[in-house]
């Protein structure tokens, strides 16, 4: 499968990142992930407004529901690929199982299972998206280890 | 909040500096388009050869004429010129042309770039119209939000999705005005609200200060300037010679002047789109801040702003965050004008000054001189205007008292200096300069000397006018409460009235400036003729009462020069009149009484004692061609004595205390002016007809009367600057030394009800004489400057 075409699972992996880390984006998720599908290179273009009565808060404030989304259209196609090398059929259930946990997740989809290394590379993803799009190192390196789950990872992989 | 000057009739700034900008854009692309109108290798030659041309045709018929003996009858001289006129006139054709189509083309793209600025924008940012019900009460909030900074429209909320950094964007066309709220500012919404109102209130302000038709069409105009008039000319300084590319070195070595001229008008340009674009976020942010829990959030916006990185971006689009705080802090810093402001008005005048006025009459079809003068009237009317609206944002500011040298004196030097600046700056050389050095500096003196008392009346009068509004006079404060005098708000005429009498004035002045200017010594005096068998003083007396004026003649037959002085004198007199400064008014006029009733003494006696005191022959002397009769020198002296009176009754005034003096300086020299000609015309004439000494005229002699209601006020002018200045600086001292102005000279003296008729009744009908006195001076007007000789 390619991870753009499933557009549920990848808003599905994503929704829990942005409701944690950037709460304010909450209401305007739906909206936010639309324009994300419909140019997901933006993310890593960020600007600042200029022109003529442009006006806002010297900050910089990054949206992360495009940088989430965009990271987990990264780690979903790693995981597929890699799936599709050990010659498993990597299923969208068997990826939110993977990526979520297997509370809801239908018995008859494979299990996709993901040694330390292939989940520190899966991290190493995250974080590399996550900076690609504008976040904060501390904040990119929690996102990541929050996407890949504590748990899953061995001493080595940081 | 921004509303605190809003009281004060008077421009806003961004206003006043689109106006310039405009101005710079129109001067730069006639400058442009008129040299492109030429062919930029042989434009020399092209004129040298047409001249060449039309002077023979003009020698040969003159010739023809002379040989049938006609040539000097009646209008066949001023046949010749016209004829000579036309011939010369194909040459300009084309660069007028050139100029129409140009500033067409022009107007057209700035109104196409400023027409689809609001579908560009949506385009660029891929916004989209924001859903009542995305984020639960923002809808609400900014509702709430438009109607506490008092937009009465609705206007379009768009929400830009990948704009992820916290701001809004304000845009639209009339009817149909639009917000863009950046996704990043809604997240801001949910962690820093106060921001988020501020940073929407911002944007709203310039809703409200209808800055986005001033913004977006300076943009406009200023991309189709780049188009239209600045990228052609840099490709026709590149391919000038055979259509080839050529190094820059070639261009700026033969086009050194025409690139400074047009690097000065583009940079004047810039600058001043820039100043636009400045002035209303400056605006923005003193509107914001008046809305309810919005000024401290956005002041603290401001105070994060990062600090310039560069000096230059000090002149960028954006003002620096300290402007802007002091913006909300001191609103009437809003409207304070700075000497950069006269700056740039003047360089690209003095460059349109110097590059048309070669020109101008030929392409006109009309006399050179009468086309410089009608140049100089628009140019001059352009720098009144502009310096009076200066002066007058100042005075209003109430600033100036912080300054240690008068806004209104330095903006004369900023704006005379950088006029004569930009008429070094010209074509000119290409086309053949006779220009002088030391009848530049003479003529830049002149005019930068005659700037001063305009200034100053300017500042004068804005400071009456806005003083007359706040009650800001200590007394009148008392008065009110006592029922005795009520100062009001600033008639809504004022502003635009001292700006347009600035305007006359000045394009009076320059119409008769531009034109000597142009000429070597243009600008010398000298004696008048001698009396016959005169010696001592009474020859000395002769050729000083009859001295050769130089230009300050055009000032006489003249039919601006009556009016420019009654808008002077009158308008300022009605603002400090209606602010209860009668008695000082009363003064003023009675002074000039006072002075006409000196003329009649002089004008009375003269022909009485003069006889007494010159021995029979001489008086009776028969006057050679160049030389006076006893009775023109006692005509001539008559009238001098009227201008010296004149002279005294300003300085008099300017010495004296109150508000207004310059003004009323004025109108007490108005009123010497008309009371002295009544004097020498139905006192003196009388006399002299009586006592034999000169000739019996009519009584009514409106023409003649005219002329010597025009040579007394010039020449009393003449003879005022020193003595106005002496007075000037008696009236400084005296406040230096601590002398405040006395309570009865100063205060609103209005009491009771008065009848407002008798003000009024004297207004009209001065202003009646004013107007007859101005129609008799059409025929001289007539000759000297549309048929270029007076009888």
Not at chain 2, 362 to 389: F, H, K, R
């Amino acid at each position: 499968m390619r991870p753009e075409a499933d557009r549920s699972l990848l808003l599905d992996l994503a929704r829990p990142v942005v409701d944690r880390y950037s709460p304010g984006e909450q209401e305007l998720f739906a909206l936010l992930s639309e324009a994300h599908f419909a140019d997901p290179g933006a993310y890593a273009k960020p600007e600042r407004r200029s022109g003529p009565l442009a006006f806002g808060v010297p900050e910089v404030l990054v949206l992360l529901t495009p940088v989430a989304l965009a990271a987990m259209t990264e780690a979903v196609r790693y995981v597929v690929e890699l799936g599709m090398r050990k010659g498993h059929r990597v299923t969208s259930d068997a990826l939110r199982r993977l990526f979520r946990g297997g509370r809801s997740q239908p018995k008859e989809a494979a299990p996709v299972e993901l040694t330390a290394q292939e989940w520190a590379e899966v991290r190493r993803i995250v974080e590399r998206v996550a900076l690609r799009g504008g976040v904060a190192p501390d904040q990119a390196a929690l996102i990541a280890d929050a996407v890949v789950g504590q748990g899953r990872l061995s001493g080595e992989a940081r | 909040m921004a509303d605190g000057i809003g009281h004060r009739a008077g421009p806003s700034t961004p206003a006043a500096y689109f106006v310039l900008l405009v101005g710079a854009v129109l001067a730069t692309s006639v400058l442009v388009f008129f040299s492109l109108g030429f062919h930029p290798v042989n434009r020399a030659e092209t004129i040298e050869a047409r001249q060449a041309e039309c002077s023979t045709a003009f020698d040969a018929h003159a010739a023809e004429l002379a040989r049938d003996g006609t040539l000097d009858e009646p209008g066949q001289q001023e046949a010749l010129t016209a004829e000579l006129r036309s011939c010369m006139r194909p040459v300009y054709a084309t660069p007028l042309a050139a100029v129409g189509a140009g500033l067409g083309l022009l107007m057209v793209v700035a109104l196409a770039l400023y027409l689809t600025h609001s579908w560009w924008i949506v385009r660029r940012d891929r916004s989209r119209r924001l859903k009542p019900h995305l984020v639960p009460g923002l809808t609400e909030e900014l509702a709430q939000l438009s109607h506490d900074i008092g937009l009465a429209r609705a206007l379009e909320w768009r929400l830009v999705p990948h704009g992820g950094a916290p701001s809004g964007q304000a845009f639209g066309l009339p009817g149909r005005r639009r917000v863009h709220l950046d996704a990043g500012l809604l997240v801001l919404r949910a962690t820093d609200r106060p921001a988020f109102r501020a940073v929407v209130a911002h944007e709203l302000a310039h809703l409200r200060n209808r800055d986005v038709d001033l913004t977006y069409l300076t943009i406009s105009i200023w991309r189709a300037f780049l188009l239209v008039a600045v990228l052609p000319t840099v490709l026709l300084f590149a391919t000038a010679r055979g259509g080839t590319w050529r190094t820059p070195l070639d261009a700026l070595t033969d086009h050194a002047r025409t690139l400074c001229a047009l690097v000065a008008l583009g940079c004047s340009v810039y600058l001043l789109r820039n100043a636009v674009l400045r002035a209303r976020e400056r605006h923005a942010d003193a509107a914001a801040a008046s809305v309810g829990g919005v000024g401290t959030a956005l002041s603290a916006i401001l105070e994060r702003l990062p600090p310039p990185r560069r000096w230059l971006d000090r002149w960028g689009t954006h003002p620096l965050p300290a402007d802007r705080l002091r913006a909300i802090r001191d609103p009437t810093s809003l409207i304070r004008p700075s000497h950069w402001d006269l700056i740039v008005t003047g360089l690209p005048a003095g460059v349109l000054a110097a590059n048309l006025s070669p020109v101008v009459g030929g392409a006109l079809g009309l006399d050179p001189t009468l086309g410089m003068a009608l140049l100089g009237l628009l140019i001059g009317a352009w720098l009144g205007a502009q310096l009076a609206s200066a002066v007058w944002r100042e005075a209003v500011a109430g600033s100036d008292a912080r300054r240690r040298f008068p806004f209104w004196l330095a903006s004369v030097m900023a704006l005379s200096g950088s006029f004569l600046m930009g008429t070094q700056v010209s074509l000119t050389g290409l086309l053949g300069s006779d220009d002088d050095a030391v009848s530049t500096l003479v003529a830049g003196l002149l005019l930068t000397i005659a700037a001063v008392p305009l200034a100053a009346w300017a500042d004068s009068a804005a400071r009456a006018a806005s003083a007359a509004a706040t009650g800001g006079i200590e007394s009148a404060g008392t008065a009110r409460a006592d029922g005795i005098s009520r100062p009001g708000p600033v008639p809504r005429w004022a502003f635009p009235a001292i700006v347009a009498t600035a305007a006359l004035a000045t394009g009076t002045a320059l119409a008769i400036w531009l034109p000597y200017s142009r000429v070597r010594f243009g600008f010398s005096l000298g004696w008048g003729p001698r009396p016959a068998d005169g010696e001592g003083w009474y020859a000395a007396l002769g050729m000083l009462t009859t001295a050769d004026l130089g230009p300050a003649d055009r000032l006489v037959h003249n039919p601006l020069t009556l009016p420019a002085l009654a808008a002077l004198s009158l308008v300022p007199t009605v603002v400090l009149w209606s602010a209860g400064h009668r008695s000082a008014v009363q003064r003023a006029v009675l002074l000039g009484l006072g002075g006409g009733l000196g003329a009649a003494v002089v004008g009375a006696l003269l022909p009485v004692v003069a006889p007494t005191a010159l021995p029979v022959d001489v008086r009776q002397a028969l006057p050679e061609p160049a030389e006076m009769g006893f009775g023109a020198v006692i005509d001539n002296a008559t009238i001098a004595a009227g201008s010296v009176l004149v002279a005294v009754m300003m300085a008099v005034v300017v010495a004296g205390r109150g508000p207004g003096r310059p003004a009323l300086a004025l109108l007490a020299a108005t009123v010497a002016t008309l009371a002295s000609t009544g004097a020498i015309w139905w006192v003196a004439g009388p006399v002299r007809c009586l006592t034999g000494v000169g000739l019996c005229r009519g009584a009514l002699d409106v023409d003649g009367m005219s002329r010597t209601a025009h040579w007394v006020f010039v020449q009393g002018l003449l003879v005022a600057v020193p003595l106005v200045l002496a007075a000037a600086v008696v009236a400084l001292r005296r406040r230096m030394a601590g002398g405040a102005p006395a309570q009865s000279d100063d205060a609103p003296t209005v009491t009771g009800h008065p009848a407002q008729w008798p003000g009024r009744l004297g207004l009209v009908m001065l202003l009646v004489v004013i107007a007859v006195v101005v129609w008799g001076t059409r025929t001289a007007a007539y000759d000297l400057w549309l048929r270029g000789s007076l009888d």
